[in-house]
């Protein structure tokens, strides 16, 4: 088995190879490799590490478009991920041993917990491929979103009794509320996006809609 960790990336190469750096080759007898989609960002497509998998977007669209991209053509679990995080040793490796002891088809998401930040316990999960492969065209985000688009996915596994929040798996989250220092304009794009998708993440509530169970 592997477990494919992918992340969307635009102009921000450092947080991405702070990340890379984190990533073990492998939890326990499960191998990890990345996949990186570069979202309109040709410059950190050619600067990727050999043997770095990545998927090029020539114009930017966002990360649940990146993101849902990408699911089209992997197979197998998935860790999705962002690029202003690292991972704790044994993070992927507690992930996984959670999803095998709680899913054993691995049919469900084990949430990451998330230091440094306030978070959705579905913003950085392990997701197994059956779960994925319930998704019209293997589209785990509501495309309805820009970027903020995990609630949907947690809030889907919740309802079917199929998501966990796992304490020995943690990222650390460099989010600029809390590391001035790592404000950019990337930042301030996908913030910029914000507030439309919040007003479409009410409605949809509101409505009882949930992407993947009542769409």
């Known amino acids: 088995m592997r477990i494919t960790v992918l992340v969307s990336t635009r102009n921000r190469m450092a947080k991405l190879t702070r990340m890379l750096e984190s990533l073990p080759e492998s939890a326990g007898a499960i191998e990890v490799r ?6 309109g960002d040709e410059a ?20 649940t478009f990146c993101r849902n991209l990408a699911l089209e053509r992997i197979r197998g679990p998935v860790v999705y991920a962002t690029d202003d ?9 507690a992930a996984a041993a959670e999803m095998a002891r709680l899913f054993p088809a691995w049919d469900g998401i084990v949430g990451f917990t998330q230091e440094g ?3 959705n ?16 065209r293997r589209h785990l985000f509501f495309e309805g979103y820009f970027h903020f688009a995990a609630q949907e996915v947690h809030r889907a ?11 020995g798996a943690v990222v650390y989250h ?8 790592e404000l950019d304009q990337t930042h301030w794009d996908a913030r910029s996006r914000k507030t439309r998708d919040m007003a479409l993440k009410s409605r949809r509530e509101a409505a009882g809609l949930t992407w993947g169970i009542a769409s």
């Open 34 to 39: 990345p996949l990186v989609v570069c979202d």
């Open 121 to 136: 316990p579905a913003g950085v999960a392990l997701v197994g491929e059956p779960f994925i492969a319930r998704y019209p």
């Open 174 to 181: 460099y989010h600029p509320d809390h590391h001035h220092k």
């Open 85 to 93: 995080i690292t991972f704790k040793p044994g993070a992927i490796e």
């Open 117 to 119: 930040n306030r978070f």
């Open 44 to 63: 950190t497509y050619r600067a990727l590490p050999v043997g770095v998998a990545s998927l090029p977007v020539p114009q930017w669209r966002g990360q």
């Open 157 to 167: 596994a919740v309802m079917l009794g199929l998501f966990s929040l796992c304490a």
